[in-house]
């Protein structure tokens, strides 16, 4: 039997990770959904309706309806285009910055990854939503990306495999990134890793069915438009850190965080403000 004393940690250099403040965990979740639905919906379809010569009719939490009388057919699908577009270059620019981000603190970094992990699910969610239902952006009705092309049942299942190949790829990808964040090497990591993913996809389906649910549309909005792009677009939350597995490398910083009041105060803000503005929806 060995009676050699163990030494804390601090005093052997092991570097350990625990789970972090769960309030501001749920801000940075909170807070990171919103902008990503906010930056696809209105610097996506928004902004593009106005720069291809239209205006919005509307504009809501989940759904922008452009002037689509002022459009020809290609700007039309530019329009629904933009969307998936920009939630994908979400994703590249927040995975470029993960790059540069060995001094970044640890709530700075989880914020950065979960909204690029966001946008791509969202984007590659889309191909896989619009070729199994034709409905969406990418979609074969009137306000979608492939109204009118042909053969239709050939384009929605190539979309449909597409993205169910690149979804799963981002997932991967996105899962392996948080991996080599995190400072345990063993079980634990898979188990923080999946506590900390599950914890961002409950607080972003909560905070979305909130805000649909002021939506002057009813239910058909919050299954179609919130539920559908939180707890089906993003579910790969629930299972990507299956991909977290020990494989020797060294330990990361880690992702252990206390209670910041500066990201709590974000998020409240933030999404109190998506939700009265858009919430019920704007009609310029």
């Known amino acids: 039997m060995d009676a050699t004393p163990r030494l804390p940690d601090h005093m052997t250099n092991r570097v350990t990770d625990h789970m972090p403040d769960r309030l501001t965990l749920v801000a940075l979740a909170a807070l990171a959904y919103v902008v990503e639905v906010a930056l696809h919906e209105h610097l996506g379809h928004a902004a593009s309706c106005v720069l291809l010569g239209s205006r919005p009719i509307e504009l809501g939490a989940f759904y922008v309806n452009c002037n689509d009388a002022r459009l020809s057919p290609m700007a039309i699908r530019l329009v629904a285009l933009a969307g998936p577009v920009v939630s994908l270059l979400i994703g590249m620019a927040c995975f470029g910055a993960l790059r540069a981000s060995a001094a970044w603190g640890a709530a700075t970094w989880l914020f950065t990854w979960l909204l690029g992990t966001l946008g791509w699910m969202t984007a590659t969610g889309y191909l896989l939503f619009s070729g199994v239902g034709g409905i969406g952006d990418l ?23 597409t993205g169910a190949g690149t979804y799963w790829l ?8 948080f991996a080599a964040r995190l400072a345990e090497r063993g079980p634990a990591q898979a188990r923080l890793a999946r506590s900390i993913a599950w914890t961002c996809y409950y607080t972003g389906a909560v905070v979305y069915l909130l805000v649909g649910l002021r ?66 929806t704007l009609r310029p």
């Not at 050939?154 to 979309?159: K, T």
């Not at 919050?222 to 330990?251: E, K």
């Not at 990201?263 to 998506?274: D, H, S």
């Open 170 to 177: 981002a997932a991967r990808a996105a899962a392996r990134r």
């Open 215 to 280: 939506n002057p549309y009813g239910l058909v909005i919050v299954l179609t438009s919130a539920l559908a792009s939180s707890m089906g677009g993003t579910s790969g939350l629930l299972w990507m850190m299956t991909f977290v597995r020990p494989d020797g490398a060294p330990p990361g910083a880690g992702v252990y965080f206390a209670k910041h009041w500066g990201w709590i105060t974000a998020a409240v803000a933030t999404t109190a403000a998506y939700a009265v503005v858009f919430g019920p």
């Open 139 to 161: 979609g074969t009705t009137a306000d979608g990306a492939l109204h009118d092309l042909q053969p239709e049942w050939l384009l929605r299942v190539a979309l449909a495999a």
